[in-house]
């Protein structure tokens, strides 16, 4: 499996096999972000097929009360495997370690996400990968257009999990042991 940044030309096969919900064009306005400097859009490739994908936001959670307790430290943020027959098969593991280690690359020693508060399968991975709670909980806000072109207005309850990143080793030395 390969994970990479978003490329302009994977939009359309984005699209094709991960499309936006409703009239969203998540996929774009997340290239877009990328474009800007604002987040990396990672992917992940089965070959010629994307299956799954996340983004690190470098400026940090949206949530101010989140983003007050930890600043300057960035987040993974929607982490998605499709179609759901291909989750439970380390897809979304690797996105995760493929996150880390570009934040290690950049120099950052830490990195957070949000879980809702209803998704227990995602929360149990988090902390199995060492992510740790915060004990910091806020409102999930966001909105979505569906398929009528009807905006709704979601706030899910979650919370914020961290994992500090060990340094990243120089290059052409072993890491310790």
């Given at each position: 499996?390969?994970?990479?940044?978003?490329?302009?030309?994977?939009?359309?096969?984005?699209?094709?096999?991960?499309?936006?919900?409703?009239?969203?064009?998540?996929?774009?306005?997340?290239?877009?972000?990328?474009?800007?400097?604002?987040?990396?859009?990672?992917?992940?490739?089965?070959?010629?097929?994307?299956?799954?994908?996340?983004?690190?936001?470098?400026?940090?959670?949206?949530a101010p009360e989140i983003n007050q307790c930890f600043p300057a430290c960035?987040?993974l943020n929607g982490l998605g495997v499709w179609p759901p027959e291909r989750?439970?098969?380390?897809?979304?593991?690797?996105?995760?370690?493929?996150?880390?280690?570009?934040?290690?690359?950049?120099?950052?020693?830490?990195?957070?996400?949000?879980?809702d508060d209803a998704n227990h399968r995602a929360a149990a991975l988090y902390?199995?990968?060492?992510?740790?709670?915060?004990?910091?909980?806020?409102?999930?806000?966001?909105?979505?257009?569906?398929?009528?072109?009807?905006?709704?207005?979601?706030?899910?309850?979650?919370?914020?999990?961290?994992?500090?990143?060990?340094?990243?080793?120089?290059?052409?030395?072993?890491?310790?042991?």
């Amino acid at each position: 499996m390969d994970i990479r940044p978003c490329r302009e030309t994977d939009l359309e096969l984005l699209e094709t096999h991960m499309p936006s919900p409703g009239q969203t064009h998540r996929n774009a306005m997340r290239f877009d972000r990328q474009q800007e400097g604002l987040t990396t859009f990672l992917i992940a490739w089965s070959g010629e097929i994307p299956v799954g994908t996340a983004q690190i936001l470098w400026q940090g959670c949206a949530a101010p009360e989140i983003n007050q307790c930890f600043p300057a430290c960035p987040e993974l943020n929607g982490l998605g495997v499709w179609p759901p027959e291909r989750r439970s098969h380390g897809i979304g593991t690797a996105i995760i370690h493929a996150a880390e280690a570009h934040l290690q690359r950049r120099g950052y020693r830490r990195i957070g996400l949000g879980v809702d508060d209803a998704n227990h399968r995602a929360a149990a991975l988090y902390l199995r990968l060492g992510y740790q709670e915060t004990g910091c909980h806020y409102l999930d806000r966001y909105h979505y257009i569906d398929d009528h072109r009807t905006r709704h207005e979601v706030a899910d309850p979650a919370r914020f999990l961290i994992k500090q990143l060990p340094a990243a080793p120089i290059r052409g030395t072993a890491p310790a042991e």
